[in-house]
């Protein structure tokens, strides 16, 4: 069973940067697509990126292109989001979720299996 777990949130300045990871254990990731998705209160999730299964493909919302980046590090099983540029408007429960199959819509989050616990990100003055 693969498990899933986010760290590297927490309070941050507009403008400033944040690192999250994604570490999995259970199973290699590489044959899961790593999606990153976020829910503010009283929000739908969103989807924010997602990297294919092999590391060299990747999706972002437009909300974030030029900000964020994601990445896959196969050595230590974990994939990390890095972002820049943080505005208030980016904060929210940041999740990480893999699935092992295709499919067209990388940002609907009914196309994932497997889902971390979540980790909080501010971006407050």
């Known amino acids: 069973q693969l498990q899933l777990v986010e760290s590297g949130g927490g309070l941050v300045q507009p403008g400033g940067s944040l690192r999250l990871s994604c570490a999995a254990s259970g199973w290699t990731l590489d044959y899961f697509a790593i999606g990153w998705f976020r829910q503010a209160p009283g929000k739908e999730h969103e989807g924010v990126s997602c990297i294919n299964s092999s590391g060299n493909s990747t999706n972002y919302a437009d909300s974030v292109k030029g900000r964020f980046t994601i990445s896959k590090n196969k050595a230590k099983n974990t994939v990390y989001l890095q972002m820049n540029s943080l505005k208030p408007e980016d904060t929210a429960v940041y999740y990480c979720?893999?699935?092992?199959?295709?499919?067209?819509?990388?940002?609907?989050?009914?196309?994932?299996?497997?889902w971390g616990q979540g980790t909080q990100v501010t971006v407050s003055s």
């Open positions: 979720a893999a699935r092992d199959r295709g499919g067209s819509s990388w940002y609907e989050p009914y196309e994932y299996d497997y």
